[in-house]
Each structure stands twice: as C-alpha cells, then as structure tokens.
C-alpha cells in the first residue's frame, strides 16, 4: 500500500466521515485512522442507539393508556435483553454500512491507533497499541477522534458504568442510581424509569440541565419526578462499596444509597489519550484543541473538528465542521461554519428542545424591558383520554425592537421534530409578525407557535 496521502484523518466518527468523504469527491487521496469501530459515538454508542433505547422505553406509557382507547392488553411485559441485543444488531449493520461507504468514496480505512511521529507522520499501532503495524504520512493531518465519557476519581468508581458501557449491558438491573443533572443523565434516567427501573438521580447542583431555560428545565423536573424518578439535588458521590449487583453509594452528605447499578453520566472529554500531540507540535488546552475559525490548530497543515476542539460538541456541528474543511482546503470552496443558531434536544420524557437564546440569556443580553417571552402550556390531545397531568410548554423569546425571535424552546412531545422546523425561520430572521402570519395547523401541538398573544 502507498503510505503517502494528501490528508489523514484520526477518527472514523461524524466529522471525520464527513470531512474523509468530502476530501475524496474533489480527488485527493485520503486515509482514515480507526482503533475501534466505523461511526464514532454517535452510531456506536450514542446518539443513535440511546434514541432506539428512548423509543423501546416509550412503549410502557403507551400500554398503560392502551384501555382508556379501547385497545386492550392483558399480559405485558418488558424484556431490555431483547431490546438491547437488538441495538447492538442494528449498530452492527451501520458500522458495515459506513465502512462501505468509506470504501465506495474511494477513502483507504486502516484499522488501527493513530500516533503522531513528527507533524507529518502517524504511527498506526494495533488495538491493543502495542504492536507498530505501519507508518503512513500527509501533507494535511485532522484530528478528529471524539470524545469519551468522565469516570469520577472516586473509591470505588470501577464499580460504575458509563453511557459507553449501558448498551452493551446484557439486561438492565432493577434499581439504578444516575449520577448528573445534564442531558445524558436525564435521557438515561428517563429511559430506565421507562423500562419499568426503579431510579434515583443525583445531582451536584440545585437544578437539572445547566445552560436550558430554566422554566424547561423546571418542567422537566416535575415530570421526572411525577413519573416516579427520585430526584435528591445537592448531592454527588464520595464513594461506592460492595460489588457490581449490590452496591451502596456513600454522597457527600453521608446518604447511603443502595442499587444494583450506578451511571456515571457527568460529563465528556477530548479523547486525546495516546496521539502524541508534542511530537507533531500541537497545543492544547485542559485538554481541549484550540482551533480558529478555519479549524487550524497552531500546526499550519494540523486541524481538528468535533468533541477535541474547544467548540459546541454536538454531532451536526462534527459534520458541518468536517465539510466545510474539506470544501475550503481541498476543494476551492472556503466557508465557515456558523455557530449562531444550533438547536438542540433533550431526548428525555418528555423531550426538551431549543434554539437561540434562553429567557435568562436573553434577559442578560438584552434587558428586562426590551425582551417580551411569550407562552403556551396545555394538555396534549395525546393525553386528553388518559389521567396524566403532563403538559407542553412552548415559549418564544422576542426582541420587540426589532420584533425578531431570539429564542424558541418546547417541552412536550415530538419536540425536536418541531424546534427543527422553527429553527428554519428563525435562521432566515423571523419576526414575531412573521409567525403571526402563518395560517395554523390543527389539531396539532407545533400550531400554538403561530397562535400566541
């Protein structure tokens, strides 16, 4: 094989797929670099197979409610083994396909660790990276090697499981604590609670999702709590003791809490662990790559995208980033990648999603007097025939000199469906007239968008 290419890429996840396959259509020659499997966090154990597990996990409310529309259920049970394994098949089948689609674009996939010998020169060791198996060189070198989940420097940590571990578990335990207010902590809480675990989640600080609005995340807590999730803010672990199936979790205000199964889900890091990055030159910072807005580290031919850089760590952003190098360094086509407006989800239940500005950001930014909120909460028809006390919150942040929206947030079911869409308008520079404007749908949720007053 000619070890000598036009650009290596370190990491078969999102943005180096993205940025790999864009290189390759304008006709350079290409290598990507890969330990593990093809698809990164996102399709091996992220995005994609927690959002199956979201829906496997939605099936218990839908069968409690079955009765009050006429469809009957005598005997139900919920099984995680088969839910799990079949996760794991579907994974299986996409890191084929994207292997296939590496080979189809013409990218060269060596699998191996990458480490940097010199700023030109990788290193590719085998999986356990103690064997040397070939030395490959590039003009171009991108770092693109994701992230990994937190493990706290506490006793007994070994015990836990990270979000990496949950879906390779053969089944679920019955009784979970989850340790984090963030999103994986909350999506994972919501999924355990909905495949019939019992959960407790703790919380270092007052309030669940950090840098939400906080009337959503309010929401959320109330709902969490209603549907039977422990909640004990202030607390974190100090240390855990027993054996994986019979553990007892110390906090710091000397709880002792008992379960089967602990979560760590307290946040991620730059995988940045054996790339040599002083060999080729590159600086970081706590452990992040400092990149300017062409994704150029301080090595002029080095770049990285994604969860090593300092910027947002969201899989869209990955793939937006990786093309976008591609199209500016390879193929004549220079653009930036804009940041301004990313909507995000929470995929817990219900779902949260967003984009723009937060009431207390916009508020801060802004000023009381100049931003005007406004707001719909309501019962879903969804759950007009059943008992629950559930309800959708949608909001709009509005400059009103301007009259341009700055802020739109929902909590309800299909979310992020509809924050999608309204992220649209709100990229072009919808006023709040301009939804005003918009003729309804209903019966629908996303109609209270364009209804308000």
């Not at 290598?31 to 597990?53: F, H, N, Q, S, Y």
């Not at 396909?97 to 990788?122: R, S």
């Not at 207010?181 to 407790?200: M, P």
């Amino acid at each position: 094989m000619d070890t000598d290419f036009d650009l290596i890429v370190l990491g078969a996840g999102s943005g180096g797929l993205a940025a790999a396959k864009r290189a390759a259509s304008y006709g350079f020659r290409v290598a990507v670099v890969e330990g593990d499997r093809v698809g990164g966090t996102c399709v091996i154990r992220g995005c994609v197979p927690k959002k199956l597990l979201v829906y496997g996990s939605l099936y218990s409310e839908y069968i409690e409610n079955a009765s009050n529309f006429g469809v009957d259920f005598k005997d139900w049970s919920i099984n995680s083994a088969i839910l799990l394994s079949n996760i794991r098949e579907e994974v299986d089948r996409l890191n084929a396909l994207h292997i296939n689609l590496l080979k189809n674009a013409g990218v060269e996939l060596i699998q191996g660790w990458g480490k940097f010998v010199n700023p030109h020169t990788i290193l590719v060791l085998s999986s356990d990276r103690e064997k040397p198996l070939m030395e490959i060189k590039a003009k171009r070198i991108l770092i693109a090697v994701g992230g990994r989940p937190i493990r706290p420097s506490i006793p007994g940590s070994e015990l836990g499981l990270v979000s990496d571990d949950m879906f390779i578990q053969k089944k679920f335990p019955q009784k979970f604590v989850v340790v984090g207010g963030g999103f994986i902590a909350c999506e994972f809480a919501s999924i355990l609670n909905g495949l019939g675990v019992k959960v407790t989640q703790l919380v270092r600080g007052k309030h669940l999702l950090r840098g939400f609005d906080r009337e959503l995340s309010d929401e959320l807590q109330k709902d969490m709590q209603m549907k039977g999730i422990e909640i004990l803010f202030n607390q974190n672990p100090v240390e855990i003791k027993g054996k994986i199936g019979d553990l007892n979790i110390i906090s710091n205000v000397n709880d002792h809490i008992s379960c089967e199964a602990v979560l760590f889900a307290i946040g991620r890091e730059p995988f940045l662990e054996g790339l040599d990055l002083p060999a080729a030159g590159v600086q970081s910072v706590d452990m992040r790559i400092i990149v300017d807005k062409n994704l150029t580290t301080n090595i002029p031919h080095i770049f990285a995208v994604g969860d090593v850089t300092d910027r947002f760590k969201l899989t869209p952003v990955a793939i937006d980033q990786g093309r976008a190098f591609a199209d500016t360094l390879f193929g004549n086509k220079p653009r930036d990648v804009n940041y301004k407006l990313i909507p995000t989800a929470v995929f817990s239940q219900p779902e949260i999603a967003t984009v723009g500005l937060t009431e207390e950001e916009a508020i801060s930014l802004y000023g009381e007097k100049i931003v005007k909120v406004f707001r719909a909460r309501f019962r879903s028809m969804s759950k007009a025939l059943t008992q629950s006390q559930q309800k959708c919150l949608l909001k709009l942040i509005v400059d009103t000199k301007t009259d341009k929206i700055i802020g739109c947030h929902m909590i309800g079911e299909h979310a992020a469906e509809i924050i999608q869409m309204a992220s649209i308008a709100i990229t072009m520079g919808a006023k709040k007239s301009d939804f005003d404007k918009t003729m309804a749908l209903h019966p629908t949720i996303s109609e209270e968008f364009v209804t308000m007053v």
